[in-house]
């Protein structure tokens, strides 16, 4: 079974940047794609940035495209989420999830799809 730690989050002001991390241990991480979540108080989680195992192939919402960039680093068992021109609405609880399962050549959008979790870092971001 893998196990995820996330870090990285803060507090910022809007306009910045952060990077969040996201380092694994257990089964073999490397190949399952991975995706960034993030759930704002009274809101249901939704999907941030996924990346395939290979790391070829990525994926943005809409509302994170072209200020977030995902990456991984397969020999450090780690996923990456660069953060830039933040927004007041970016703020909430990041969660960094591995899919279920193994190869996808797409990453998938649908929490339901993955089934290991971190237990999440808070980005918070001031007007």
């Known amino acids: 079974q893998v196990h995820l730690v996330e870090s990285g989050g803060g507090l910022v002001q809007a306009g910045g940047s952060l990077r969040l991390s996201c380092a694994a241990s257990g089964r073999t991480f490397s190949l399952y794609a991975a995706g960034w979540f993030r759930q704002a108080p009274g809101k249901e989680r939704e999907f941030v940035a996924g990346?395939?195992?290979?790391?070829?192939?990525?994926y943005y919402a809409d509302s994170v495209k072209g200020r977030f960039t995902v990456s991984r680093d397969n020999p450090k068992n780690s996923v990456y989420l660069q953060m830039n021109s933040l927004k007041p609405e970016d703020t909430g609880v990041y969660y960094c999830a591995a899919d279920r399962l193994s190869g996808r050549v797409v990453p998938t959008t649908t929490t339901s799809d993955y089934n290991v979790w971190g237990q999440g870092t808070q980005v918070t971001v001031s007007s």
């Open positions: 990346i395939t195992w290979i790391g070829t192939g990525t």
